[in-house]
């Protein structure tokens, strides 16, 4: 199985906490350190960005952390070879107003930001009611043509940090190390129990 075709058949896996073998070997196969992974989609701003923000979104702690399982370098695989081009088109559209915004709050490049600074201009974008929350998923449904011209930075904008948010918490669920590590894993189940208690569920399961 080639990589486009694997990589396709895991976005169709939604909804699992773990993927087929297949198709995790994927995820686990993406393990070139941050620090000299080339993208194959990504620029160098957007590498920057990507990695600061997966890294916000889901900092390492007591569990592994979203740079841990190497979610940048699955989501630059994602764009490359899986996204329509009308969706690349997007999220370079936004991630270029993202450094735009962040050059104009900050003084200086992405390149040269800090995750607090990655952070704090993230927090600007989501801190929103619930109300507002609702207004802005509604409006990232709409097509780009139907966006009128005065709305279309702040939908670009958005439609790239959904992005980053969707990859990053599909990439980390769907990776073998959360599923065996973090999540309750058992490749052989047991008996079927069907009316139990939740505290003896305990931890979610990824199988």
Same mark, same amino acid.
Request: hydrophobic share 40%; net charge negative.
């Given at each position: 199985?080639?990589?486009?075709?694997?990589?396709?058949?895991?976005?169709m896996?939604m909804?699992?906490a773990?993927?087929?073998?297949?198709?995790?070997?994927?995820?686990?196969?993406?393990?070139?350190e941050?620090?000299?992974?080339?993208?194959?989609?990504?620029?160098?701003?957007?590498?920057k960005?990507?990695?600061q923000?997966?890294?916000?979104?889901?900092?390492?702690?007591?569990?592994v952390?979203?740079?841990?399982?190497?979610?940048?370098?699955?989501?630059d695989?994602?764009?490359?070879?899986i996204?329509?081009?009308?969706?690349?088109? $997007? &999220?370079?559209?936004?991630?270029?107003?993202?450094?735009?915004?962040?050059?104009e !709050?900050? #003084?200086?490049?992405? =390149?040269?930001?800090k995750k607090?600074?990655?952070?704090?201009?993230?927090?600007?974008?989501f801190?929103?009611?619930e109300?507002k929350?609702?207004?802005?998923?509604?409006?990232?449904?709409?097509?780009?043509?139907?966006?009128?011209?005065?709305?279309?930075?702040?939908?670009n904008?958005?439609?790239?940090? $959904? &992005?980053?948010?969707?990859?990053s918490?599909?990439?980390?669920?769907?990776?073998e !190390?959360? #599923?065996?590590?973090v =999540?309750?894993?058992?490749?052989?189940?047991?008996?079927?129990?069907?009316?139990?208690?939740?505290?003896?569920?305990?931890?979610?399961?990824?199988?």
């Open positions: 199985m080639d990589r486009r075709t694997a990589l396709k058949n895991l976005t896996s909804g699992y773990v993927a087929a073998p297949t198709l995790v070997s994927i995820l686990s196969s993406c393990t070139t941050v620090s000299t992974w080339e993208p194959v989609f990504f620029t160098a701003e957007e590498k960005m990507v990695i923000l997966v890294d916000v979104i889901i900092p390492e702690s007591a569990v952390g979203g740079l841990d399982v190497n979610i940048p370098q699955f989501m695989l994602m764009f490359k070879d996204e329509k081009e009308s969706n690349q088109k $997007l &999220f370079r559209n936004g991630a270029q107003l993202f450094a735009t915004r962040f050059k !709050k900050f #003084g200086i490049s992405v =390149l040269d930001g607090d600074e990655f952070e704090e201009l993230l927090t600007q974008y801190n929103l009611s109300s929350s609702k207004e802005i998923l509604r409006f990232q449904k709409k097509p780009i043509d139907k966006v009128l011209r005065d709305k279309k930075d702040i939908y904008v958005y439609k790239f940090l $959904l &992005f980053v948010r969707y990859y918490i599909y990439g980390y669920c769907t990776s !190390k959360v #599923g065996e590590e =999540l309750s894993y058992d490749p052989i189940p047991g008996d079927y129990k069907g009316c139990i208690s939740v505290e003896e569920v305990g931890n979610a399961w990824s199988l």
